[in-house]
């Protein structure tokens, strides 16, 4: 299938920024997202981005697409301890299974006081 | 609503024991997903189901099986069960295709 790539840590101070990044292959894919899963529970959808859209803000997430590139972010304004999780970024299209989500490895992000 | 329910939360099966894990969504979603997620990894599709009586193969699918008689469920069943299927397995819903995916709690497998 094709890839979906994410570095996997990140180290922020509590009440820093934090960016998470994403590239992608599947030049067809129509949504792309950004779920977080907290340890021992299942995946929590945060916010999601349509293709043809460059940038989505929620409160304090901030969704930054370059399709050109195929590279997706994800940035949390003040982050805060309670973000420490792990950030999985997908993506689905019509060539995927059933339209199935494609998801990355993940990011474990940890925020220190 | 409940959402999506996955039981049961925890199970140690040992080699060659089958088992189903139950998922049930109450959303009247037609697409439903079954994913499982190995430490350090994403999550890999096994099987999917784009509604009642229609299911078809995932990414990974090897060792296991599934049904959909109804909208509501989408039971899984590993048959002679192997140390390679300890993973954490997740069930997924979706209204329609390209929208929000709803998971349930997972069920944490592990294989002696």
């Known amino acids: 299938g094709e890839d979906v790539e994410q570095s996997l840590f990140l180290s922020v101070r509590e009440g820093d920024s934090s960016v998470i990044n994403c590239t992608y292959t599947d030049s067809s894919s129509t949504y792309l997202y950004w779920y977080k899963q907290e340890p021992g529970a299942g995946l929590q959808l945060l916010t999601y981005i349509f293709s043809n859209m460059d940038m989505k803000q929620d409160q304090r997430l901030t969704v930054l697409l370059n399709k050109k590139d195929k590279h997706l972010s994800l940035r949390i304004a003040d982050t805060q301890t309670g973000d420490s999780a792990i950030y999985f970024c997908a993506e689905s299209s019509n060539s995927n299974s059933g339209y199935a989500l494609n998801f990355g490895k993940g990011t474990s992000l940890l925020v220190t006081p | 609503n409940a959402g999506v329910t996955q039981t049961p939360k925890f199970r140690i099966l040992k080699i060659g024991q089958s088992m189903t894990l139950q998922c049930t969504q109450d959303m009247n979603h037609n697409y439903m997903y079954w994913y499982r997620q190995d430490p350090g990894m994403g999550l890999k599709l096994i099987y999917y189901s784009v509604g009642a009586g229609i299911t078809d193969k995932g990414e990974v699918p090897n060792g296991y099986n599934v049904s959909r008689s109804t909208t509501e469920d989408f039971p899984l069943r590993l048959e002679l069960a192997a140390p390679s299927q300890t993973s954490v397995y997740f069930c997924?819903?979706?209204?329609?295709?390209?929208?929000?995916?709803?998971f349930g709690q997972g069920t944490r497998l592990t294989v002696v």
């Open positions: 997924a819903s979706t209204l329609g295709a390209v929208t929000e995916a709803f």
